[in-house]
């Protein structure tokens, strides 16, 4: 909606005067910050815009606005296509630098505070301006380089002398720490990040003092629609059924409550997807957003050096130190167990300063290394060092995964341990619905003899287009054959235009998402998952125990999820399937006897699936895992090449 405004932030635009009639432009301005529709922003802004074109003030509102819904493109594209005028003019030079800095246009921001630093080279408050801003951005050295010139003039007591003299703390300690002289293109953040953690390298592990498992955090980003989402979520009701029953899990007992802690479980994002099972089961679920943050000094850190690191955290950390911490030490907590790169980022620092004696980091899928589009790069440095410190555990729910893992951080693999989705057998019920939808289908598709499904989301990981480019080879060379598509996504829609072009769209039927997958899978003799990434893939789980036998990549731990030519087969490459191997594994499969059997009680299929994947099994080794304080850290001898503790 905003291309017209960029288009009016060039010139005048033909609107109406401001409306409604503000005593100043600050108000006018403000007024314009406060509307949530984008629509009316519009309208008001385009109208203001008329009465005060030449004036900044309301004219910013428009980058201001695109960059806090992470619009950052265009934003820039606003921001460069109006006039600030010559160089010179200081005030305006530093609107624009601020503008794109919001923007995440950092290199044009600080090049524009580059040329102004030339240019007024004695000015005190341009060069603590920027200084300030290359310090929030992780610039340390270069944030020194700016404001040292001018500093001996701050007077004592003052913030800028504050800012001085915590800069020169700051390069003193990591130069120290670091034992060299730091670079002015490292970002400092990650570098005290690091030291902080090291300041735990020889705590002292309390012993497991409480009955069984003792008081147990489970922390995660969200509960949104996802697999970790649902595994984390499925954890804490269960064991907190088991407590509340007098059921001991593996044979530990669960003597106190086990609590969820969530960044967000509000509706943005679908963020609250399984909070109605959580509160159904009285499970009790904390929301960090709504938690108040608190300083290093009111946590109660004493140590100077740490205190001073602390304050210099990249921002996911720092949101944990400050949020989770009071928590934490509030709770006495005996084991964190933080899911997902995210949540172990923002947890890890603040269970060190809380005591916490055992911090599950647990790994949920291949890592940001390979994902890229997740990387940030504190989390290299941030896993190295936290393998050093006493009572840190790393599991993660494939050996697959956990490999990767350790190929990247360069740790020994023994320091991973294997703990698997629990997966129940799906109902079979269907809605109406689904009902109609299957009985219009196999109308449609009378006399097939096979039907070949799928349960994916239609995401460029999940790979749908290669799924239906394989349906369309398969019917070609088995026209009795019909298909199934359960899920939904951004390709939804482009997925079924490619089965029209390929002419197989009228034997595919696409359900969209659907609340009823085992009704789904009780209709198809053969599943495929054809995925990019994984990490331990349920739905290969999940098709099993509802009889299914199945055709996967080798994505994450597919292969660990089946019997190789008993249940399944893995293909030979999860990048570019090779749609004749598919063709050949699924007709294998589907020509294959004995299914009912092997799933069926007491069969090799099934017997596997809950020796491995079953929800009992699940709770057992996380107990077992949770109670067990005996896992060292890493020394230096046995510490990584190029480490983060080097």
Known sequence: MFEQQITAAQGMPDAAPCWPDFESIFAAAAHLEAIEDDETFEVQWRSCLASFADDDIVWQELPRRLSRRQQFDEAVEAINARDFGHETNRARQLLKADLLHAARAHAQSNAIFDRLVTRFPEDQDLRLTYAKRLLLDGMLVKARRVVEPVEDSFPWDTQARE?????????????????????????????????????????????????????????????????????????????????????????????????????????????????????????????????????????????????????????????????????????????????????????????????????????????????????????????????????????????????VYCDWLDLPRERFQIFYNGVEPMAADGNEEAQRMWEEFEARTEGARHTIGGVFRFETDKQPNVWIRAAARYYKQHPDARFIAVGGGRLFESGKKLAETLGVAHRILFTDRSSTVGFWMTKMDVLQLFSRYEGLPNVLIEAQYMGLRVVSTPAGGASECIISGKTGYVLSCNEKPDVKEIVRYTNELLEMPGQQELFAEGGEGRTFLDTNFSVPKMLGDFANIAVDRSIPALDDGEMLRGSAAA
């Open 163 to 403: 800012f001085s003299e915590h800069t020169k703390a700051l390069v003193s300690i990591l130069v120290a720490r670091e034992g060299r002289p730091l670079s002015e293109d490292e970002d400092a953040r990650i570098l005290a990040m690091k030291h902080a953690i090291l300041r735990f390298r020889d705590r002292q592990v309390r012993p497991n003092l409480a009955r069984g498992l003792g008081k147990v955090a489970l922390i995660t980003g969200s509960l949104g629609p996802g697999g970790a989402e649902r595994q984390i979520s499925r954890l804490a009701i269960e064991l907190e059924k088991a407590r509340r029953s007098g059921r001991t899990v593996g044979g530990v007992e669960i003597s106190e409550e086990v609590e969820l802690v969530v960044r967000s479980h509000g509706p943005e994002r679908r963020n609250d997807f399984f909070l109605p099972d959580v509160l159904a089961n009285d499970v009790t679920i904390h929301e960090l957003n709504n938690f108040k943050p608190m300083s290093a000094r009111k946590i109660g850190v004493t140590d100077p050096e740490l205190a001073t690191l602390l304050s210099y955290l990249p921002p996911a950390a720092n949101y944990g130190v400050k949020r989770l911490t009071p928590y934490l030490q509030e709770k006495h907590v005996d084991v964190v167990s933080a899911w997902q790169d995210g949540a172990c980022l923002f947890a890890g620092i603040g269970a060190l300063i809380a005591g916490v004696p055992q911090i599950q980091l647990v790994m949920r899928g291949l890592p940001p290394s390979v994902r890229r589009h997740l990387y940030r790069p504190e989390y290299d440095v941030f896993y190295k060092a936290m393998a050093q410190i006493p009572g840190v555990h790393f599991l993660s729910n494939s050996k697959a995964a956990a490999d």
